[in-house]
T-cell receptor, first 115, second 111 residues
Framework: AQSVTQLGSHVSVSEGALVLLRCNYSSSVPPYLFWYVQYPNQGLQLLLKYTTGATLVKGINGFEAEFKKSETSFHLTKPSAHMSDAAEYFCAVSDHTGTASKLTFGTGTRLQVTL | GAGVSQSPSNKVTEKGKDVELRCDPISGHTALYWYRQSLGQGLEFLIY????????KSGLPSDRFSAERTGGSVSTLTIQRTQQEDSAVYLC?????????FGPGTRLLVL
């Protein structure tokens, strides 16, 4: 069984500051990990994913995440926050035991960016 | 290209009525998923389809919920005898391999 824990339901940063959103996972198989972003009244947009290979993955809008197996973590970072980054962010793990597999999501972190 | 589309975008219904929610996946995507997003429960998996078959229905919360997919494309999620606790955003996603792409969702309000 898979599970995801996102520490901090709300994170507030100043514009230009580092963004760090935390995600820890539990998985019975080598995990596939995803970060999605949700803007108000919209669906989920993929930011980045880790499946195999390089543990530092880069995504859209300047975000990146590092898969650390020893820490069972997949934290999301961005060097400099923009006002447009204000949204809700979800970490998810995939149960990829077949050709299709469901996502198990964390509870989400709402990012606020202040001037 | 065209993304996942869902209709209606909003639905208001009265308790006890049946509702149908529709999802049009990205062309060529063989897998289709339904999730529910609510304040109390977060994002929950409901069901997924590989082609027209549903190998995993484990997330359907009760027998009032059902889903079908025809022609390996469009899917319909049906909720019978709606209850107030069914109020949520219903999200559909599709995938060809491991990455799921989401539609904008249907916001359901049961009065």
């Amino acid at each position: 069984a898979q599970s995801v824990t996102q520490l901090g339901s709300h994170v507030s940063v100043s514009e230009g500051a580092l963004v760090l959103l935390r995600c820890n996972y539990s998985s019975s198989v080598p995990p596939y990990l995803f970060w999605y972003v949700q803007y108000p009244n919209q669906g989920l947009q993929l930011l980045l994913k880790y499946t195999t290979g390089a543990t530092l993955v880069k995504g859209i809008n300047g975000f990146e995440a590092e898969f650390k197996k020893s820490e069972t973590s997949f934290h999301l970072t961005k060097p400099s926050a923009h006002m447009s980054d204000a949204a809700e962010y979800f970490c998810a793990v995939s149960d990829h035991t077949g050709t299709a597999s469901k996502l198990t999501f964390g509870t989400g972190t709402r990012l606020q960016v202040t001037l | 290209g065209a993304g996942v589309s869902q209709s209606p975008s909003n639905k208001v219904t009265e308790k006890g009525k049946d509702v149908e929610l529709r999802c049009d996946p990205i062309s060529g995507h063989t897998a289709l998923y339904w999730y529910r997003q609510s304040l109390g429960q977060g994002l929950e998996f409901l069901i997924y389809f590989q082609g027209n078959s549903a190998p995993d229905k484990s997330g359907l919360p009760s027998d009032r919920f059902s889903a079908e997919r025809t022609g390996g494309s469009v899917s319909t999620l049906t909720i019978q005898r709606t209850q107030q606790e069914d109020s949520a955003v219903y999200l559909c996603a599709s995938s060809r391999v491991e990455t799921q792409y989401f539609g904008p969702g249907t916001r359901l309000l049961v009065l």
